[in-house]
């Protein structure tokens, strides 16, 4: 018989105000007391993982998914109800909380490692994998104070991973820092999982829980709505931020229709502008071939890009440009007016032009980046009359019949399987 990794009964948490610091000292002496205020920020949650199982957690904020992983994680007493777990759990939840801005990232590593179970002795054996992993050089050995927030990121995973958990919980969290060291992270826990680990996953990004996850809690006002297979779990949590929300309480199987637009997608923190300033794009958005505003697609349907340029100087022949990128960078289609046959044309200051891009969709799910700019070529260079990076997210969402398994496009295979011999040749 398989021991589950996980089984959580009748989980709740409360948080209790009293009249009195008296009346709360006998609370946790067992005595009944009646707490002056009582809020349940979860309640009647139960569920069970299989070990090395990826369970993917959605949720709106405030709805109970972080205290749920912290009772998980042990940074909470339940005040209901039981977690029973099979091994060592590692929460990946806030990233170097506890650190000493006075210590160094080593000392830090041996003192975190300490609170979360780890022997010194075996730290000290792993440091110099710690800080390979974490790859900041000199600064190992400099006080934390020293360090940027995304130094502390990497310190910060590099010990929270530095043992194989049986048990891994990767909050949202792992969103900060650069492109390239949340891949490293990504890699690390592929590896933990392929050597058995069980990955409890929270993410806004329902595309990548489908992705990565068999099954997905949707918790919902502190309590379980729906566990199950994590594509109808996610569809269920999309239905209920932007449809029917009567569909959604009967708990009945329906069509769920996409959302078009999700507010949640607004303009990325890490977008750059810039430019001479002859040119500005003021406003910059996604539309359906009706006219529509969106940012949410499904894949093989077309959708355009527009922005709106204003001149303040007059400009002879400018080129406009577009670029899409995945969330690590990765350029994946780049387009501009002299590339498709545009006759070149003078504006003078104060034209406003709405530039706009009708794109075909080979993408696969998941998120993607859109840039935008006004550029004119010189016979010495290029001059940027203005750019927008990383300006815009487009969320793809799979469509009738995907083909896609594994990657960022789907080029639509079809497959046929021969059986040749000297008499027959059957098809498949």
């Known amino acids: 018989m398989t021991i589950d990794a996980l089984t959580i009964s009748d989980l709740g948490k409360a948080f209790r105000s009293y009249r009195s610091e008296w009346q709360r000292v006998l609370s946790w002496l067992g005595v009944s007391v009646k707490p002056a205020i009582e809020h349940w920020v979860l309640r009647g949650v139960a569920f069970s993982v299989a070990p090395g199982e990826a369970i993917g957690i ?14 998980i994680a042990g940074t909470l007493r339940p005040t209901e109800g039981t977690v029973r777990i ?26 975190a490692g300490g609170l979360m179970g780890f022997d010194r002795r075996a730290l000290k054996e792993v440091m110099p994998a710690i800080a ?46 650069d492109a390239a060291f949340q891949r490293k992270c990504f890699q690390r826990i592929e590896a933990f999982r392929a050597e058995g680990t069980t990955l409890l996953f929270v993410s806004h990004d329902t595309e990548t829980i489908k992705k990565l996850c068999s099954r997905a809690l949707f918790i919902k006002n502190g309590h379980l709505a729906l566990f199950g297979p994590a594509k109808i779990v996610c569809d ?12 959604l309480n009967a708990g009945k199987a329906s069509v769920s229709v996409p959302a078009k637009f999700d507010p949640s997608l607004t303009t990325p923190a890490c977008e750059l502008i810039y430019g001479s300033g002859k040119t500005e794009i003021d406003s910059c958005w996604f539309e359906d071939l009706e006219g529509q505003r969106v940012n949410v697609v499904e894949a093989g349907q077309h959708f355009v890009w527009r922005y709106d340029v204003r001149f303040n100087e007059p400009v002879d022949n400018p080129v406009f440009a577009m670029l899409l990128k995945t969330r690590e960078g990765i350029a994946l289609y780049g387009v501009d007016a002299r590339q498709l046959d545009i006759r070149p044309t003078s504006y003078a200051r104060g034209d406003v032009v709405t530039v706009r891009f009708e794109l075909s969709n080979c993408l696969a799910p998941g998120v993607y980046y859109m840039n935008c700019g006004v550029r004119l070529d010189h016979a010495g260079g ?23 398994a594994i990657g960022l496009l789907d080029m639509e295979a079809r497959l046929s399987v021969t059986v040749s011999s000297d008499t027959l040749v059957q098809q498949r």
């Open 132 to 177: 390979a992993f974490a790859d900041i050089g000199e600064y190992f050995d400099l006080p934390l104070r020293t360090y940027s927030s995304g130094m502390q990121v990497r310190v910060a995973f590099a010990v929270a991973t530095a043992f194989r958990p049986e048990i891994l919980i990767v909050d949202e969290a792992l969103a900060v820092g």
């Open 58 to 71: 959605v949720g709106q904020n405030g709805a109970g998914k972080s205290t749920l992983l912290k009772l």
């Open 236 to 247: 269920r949590y999309e239905q209920h931020l932007f449809g029917n929300q009567a569909s």
């Open 382 to 404: 290029v001059e940027f009359l203005s750019r927008r990076i990383d300006t815009a997210l487009l969320r793809v969402i799979e469509g009738a019949a995907p083909t896609v």
């Open 86 to 111: 099979d091994g060592r759990v590692a929460a990946i939840l806030e990233l170097g909380m506890g650190f000493n801005p006075e210590l160094t990232g080593r000392q830090n590593a041996l003192h």
